[in-house]
C-alpha cells in the first residue's frame, strides 16, 4: 500500500488548511493512522493519531483544540483539518500508518509512510 499526502501549501497565520492522505488499497483499513510533522535539522514529531475505526483520536498538547484528525474508510482516505494555523506549525507534513488497531505518539508504531506535504505559515 502507499500513502499519498496532499493539501499542503503556505498559510498566513490564524488562516485553516485541509491535509489529506490517501491510501492505494483498503489494506490499511483496519489500522489506525496518524500525521507527523518534521522541520529540518529536528525529529519527526508526532501531530495527530486515529483508531482504525475512527473512534478514538489522540492529539500533541501543541496542536489539541485547533487540529481536527478523522477518516473516510469508505473512500481509505484521513484528513487533517487545521485551524488558527501559527508559524510554528510550518513543517513538512506526514502521514503514516500504524502496525495496530490504535496508535497514539509513538513512531515506532508506524510502519507505512507518505512523502509529506510542505506547510509554511507567514506571520
Known amino acids: 500500500v502507499q500513502l499519498q499526502a496532499s493539501g499542503g501549501g503556505l498559510m498566513q497565520a490564524g488562516g485553516s488548511l485541509r491535509l489529506s492522505c490517501t491510501a492505494s488499497s483498503r489494506t490499511v483499513s483496519n489500522n489506525a493512522m496518524g500525521w507527523f510533522r518534521q522541520t529540518p535539522g529536528k525529529e519527526r514529531d508526532f501531530v495527530a493519531s486515529?483508531?482504525?475505526?475512527?473512534?478514538?483520536?489522540s492529539y500533541a498538547d501543541s496542536v489539541k483544540g485547533r487540529f481536527t484528525i478523522s477518516r473516510a474508510k469508505a473512500s481509505n482516505t484521513m484528513s487533517l483539518q487545521m485551524s488558527g494555523l501559527t508559524p510554528e506549525d510550518t513543517a513538512v507534513y506526514f502521514c503514516?500508518?500504524?502496525?495496530?488497531?490504535?496508535?497514539?505518539?509513538?513512531?515506532?508504531?508506524?510502519?507505512?509512510w507518505g512523502q509529506g506535504t510542505q506547510v509554511t505559515v507567514s506571520s
Open positions: 503514516a500508518a500504524s502496525r495496530r488497531a490504535w496508535s497514539s505518539g509513538s513512531r515506532s508504531d508506524y510502519i507505512k
Open positions: 486515529i483508531s482504525w475505526n475512527g473512534g478514538a483520536t
